[in-house]
Every structure is written in C-alpha cells, then in structure tokens.
C-alpha cells in the first residue's frame, strides 16, 4: 500500500525558516518525480513544486521561487521542501503527492502538514 | 499560466441526482485533465485523468469528457460518499494548475 506521511510543519514568524519532510513507502519512491501541492485555509489546490525521480530536474511556481527548494534522498525514500523568508501568503497545509508514473497529476497524496507563517 | 475555471462553484443535489461540474482552461490543453474529489480535513483523491480515464478503483458512476478548453465531471447517480469539493488540474503545462472548486452539498 502506498504512504506517503508528512512532517515538520508548525508556527514560523515571517521570514522565518522551515523544512517539510515526507516519508514515502508501499512503492519504489527512485522510479517516481514527487511533488508538493499546498492548499490555503479554505481555499483550493496549488501546485508548489516537481523533483525527477534522480534529483536532476526542478520546477517551481513562480511564487516561491527562489526561497523555497525541493529535494530528495532516494536512499531514505524521503522527500523534502526547504522554506525560507516565509509570507503569511505561504499559510497552508502542505501535501506530499507521488506524480503518476507517465504524466503530470498526482496519484497519491500524504494526510498534509499545516504550516503557519504568523507574528 | 493557464487558468481553470469551474463552474457552478458551488450547488446542492440531491442522493440520486446527475449531476456535471464544467472546467474550462483558459488555451487549450489537450486531454492533459484530471479531476479530483477532496472532502473536508482530507487529502485530495485522484478520480479521472486523460480528461476521461477513470483510475483504479473509482466507481464507474463518476465520468469525463472533453478536450481542449472544455471539459465536464459527472456523477451519474449522487450517493450520500460524493458530497465533497471537486477540483480539476491541467497538466499540459508548467505551472501546472487546478480549478478553484466545485462544492456538492446535500440539498
């Protein structure tokens, strides 16, 4: 069975720093891209950013684009999301999802972490 | 970025009901669709993907069609389990992009 199980969300002050981490299993996480998608209070889906199955291709939305970074270690079966200078727009829980085997949506979804940028 | 628009964003059915959520892109994607069903405190779950291919599991009174800039989800017989928010997401291109909801609420 496919699990995906997020952690390390939390409160953070604006500009503040935090790192997501999701531990995947039920599947053989090297052969998968992995995604994160947020999803605001009360609002809908946002795709955040895509990682190749070797680390070699990112993409990003332009909103978090050069503060946040996606990464992964085929080894742990793990993905990651590094947060930094946090906006109170970046409220949101966060969601692992494993990318289908062939094209760009998403399969498999974690139960989300919530992450709130706050004073 | 292309932009998806779903229409209603919101209505209420009733058990029984078909029921069609229409999501249209703003150039056109192709068949690169998918639609998803979310329920509250809960993550996402995949329905349909190719506009039209139902994924494993998903009860076969869920359906899609379309291509291009329009595309339809519909539920042919609503069970009391659908009440939930729907979403669809383009994956023709980066950014890649979902509606803003379609909510089924019991009338």
């Known amino acids: 069975e496919v699990q995906l199980v997020e952690s390390g969300g939390g409160l953070v002050q604006p500009g503040g720093s935090l790192r997501l981490s999701c531990a995947a299993s039920?599947?053989?996480?090297?052969?998968?891209?992995m995604s994160w998608v947020r999803q605001a209070p009360g609002k809908g889906l946002e795709w955040v950013a895509n990682?190749?199955?070797?680390?070699?291709?990112?993409y990003y939305v332009d909103s978090v684009k050069g503060r946040f970074t996606i990464s992964r270690d085929n080894a742990k079966s793990s993905l990651y999301l590094q947060m930094n200078s946090l906006r109170a727009e970046d409220t949101a829980v966060y969601y692992c999802?494993?990318?289908?085997?062939?094209?760009?949506?998403?399969?498999?979804w974690g139960q989300g972490t919530l992450v709130t940028v706050s004073s | 970025a292309i932009r998806m628009t779903q229409s209603p964003s919101s209505f209420s059915a009733s058990t029984g009901d078909r029921v069609t959520i229409t999501c249209r892109a703003s150039?056109?994607?192709?068949?690169?669709l998918a639609w998803y069903q979310q329920k509250p405190g809960k993550a996402p779950k995949l329905l349909i993907y190719?506009?039209?291919t139902l994924q494993s599991g998903v009860p076969s009174r869920f359906s899609g069609s379309g291509s291009g800039t329009d595309f339809t989800l519909t539920v042919s017989c609503l069970q009391s389990e659908d009440f939930a928010t729907y979403y669809c997401?383009?994956?023709?291109?980066?950014?890649?992009?979902f509606g803003g909801g379609t909510k089924v609420e019991i009338k």
């Open positions: 999802a494993r990318r289908s085997s062939s094209w760009d949506y998403f399969d498999y």
């Open positions: 997401q383009q994956y023709y291109s980066y950014p890649l992009t």
């Open positions: 190719a506009a039209s």
């Open positions: 990682i190749k199955q070797d680390g070699s291709e990112k």
């Open positions: 150039q056109g994607i192709s068949s690169y």
């Open positions: 039920g599947f053989t996480f090297s052969s998968y891209w």
